[in-house]
């Protein structure tokens, strides 16, 4: 199933945010016909006239190839290839929508990184339970911006079938992206959503001031987490230290093109959750994950202390400035 070159059937992204325009972008620009859905018909009305997505990534026209699309039944009409990149609360929605238009073997790919708040199922979880078809994870460090600036990026793709990775990264790879695969999901999705959870924690802790050190050691230690977290679920120790564990914990916790990191910061000089998230003015996947990952980890009894207190932050007012001297004074242990 390894997919040729002359092969370049139509890719629906579904999702017109900053990483489903990107991912649009770079299919197109890679020789694949790609079609940007999005549920807001004025917001894709504006898009297909102006032929950039202005609220997202307003410095990059889109290619020839790609098209614009605000009627999904239509759009599953033309193509078997689907690639979600809506937010997590909206996947199961999203698909049992799509679930009577489709017929089967569709391939999909999931490109958001989080977890369904409400059950802290893994996306590819609640894929399964909604739709019968080919799926594979899309992972790794990447922001959305230099992806459609043509920057040099590497991505992994996970799935269960050898094959069905390999399509997926042929629809991603040229020059300037570089893309594994990977048969564990579970380790590429968990990263994927924990790092989100302890790029919040490390903006709480830059916001507060508290410098480069203290950094450091929140993603060390939030790494040990997530590896924890992950092993316990079935992950793969490799997954972890590869591009969609540490890699993608680095990008998210250091630069403030994280809109996790972002949402810590604000918090950390002092501004409601709220604030943070209305001036940011895009989804943090972080927030909800930070309830699901809270959740998973006490149903499997994982010890995952900074993200104990980025929940208690976010949904039970505790002062950020006390997470940290909860953190500090927990009991020595041998690292």
């Avoid at 770079?26 to 016909?33: C, E, I, K, Q, V």
């Avoid at 409400?118 to 460090?141: C, F, N, Q, Y």
Wanted: aromatic residues 4%.
């Amino acid at each position: 199933m390894e997919a040729e070159p002359q092969s370049r059937g139509r890719i629906a992204v579904l999702g017109a945010g900053s990483w489903g325009t990107a991912l649009a972008i770079l299919f197109a620009r890679n020789g694949y016909p790609a079609m940007l859905w999005g549920r807001d018909a004025s917001m894709m009305e504006r898009i297909a006239r102006t032929r950039r997505n202005e609220s997202y990534l307003p410095d990059t026209p889109f290619p020839a190839l790609l098209e614009v699309c605000s009627d999904l039944r239509d759009l599953a009409r033309q193509t078997n290839r689907f690639v979600l990149a809506v937010p997590c609360p909206g996947v199961r929605p999203l698909l049992r929508t799509l679930r009577p238009l489709i017929g089967a073997g569709s391939l999909f790919a999931q490109a958001a990184k989080g977890m369904e708040p409400d059950t802290s199922k893994r996306l590819s979880e609640v894929a399964r339970e909604e739709i019968v078809g080919h799926w594979a994870v899309v992972s790794g460090p990447t922001f959305a911006r230099e992806v459609a600036q043509g920057l040099p990026t590497a991505l992994t793709v996970a799935s269960d079938d050898d094959a069905h990775a390999a399509v997926i990264a042929e629809w991603l790879r040229n020059d300037r992206v570089r893309v594994y695969t990977t048969d564990d999901v579970v380790g590429v999705e968990i990263g994927g959503a924990v790092k989100n959870v302890l790029a919040i924690a490390a903006g709480i802790s830059d916001g507060l001031g508290f410098g480069a050190n203290a950094r450091a050691a929140l993603i060390t230690r939030g790494l040990a987490e997530l590896t924890r977290l992950g092993l316990a679920l079935g992950g793969q120790t490799e997954t972890f230290m590869g591009l969609s564990g540490i890699g993608d914990l680095v990008l998210t916790c250091t630069d403030n093109a994280s809109r996790n990191r972002q949402v810590g910061l604000a918090i950390g000089r002092g501004e409601a959750l709220g604030e943070a998230i209305e001036e940011i003015g895009q989804v943090a996947e972080g927030v909800g994950a930070a309830r699901a990952v809270f959740a998973l980890a006490r149903r499997h009894a994982i010890s995952m202390p900074i993200t104990e207190q980025v929940h208690a932050v976010l949904f039970e007012g505790l002062a950020p400035r006390v997470a940290v001297d909860t953190l500090l004074r927990r009991e020595p242990r041998v690292e």
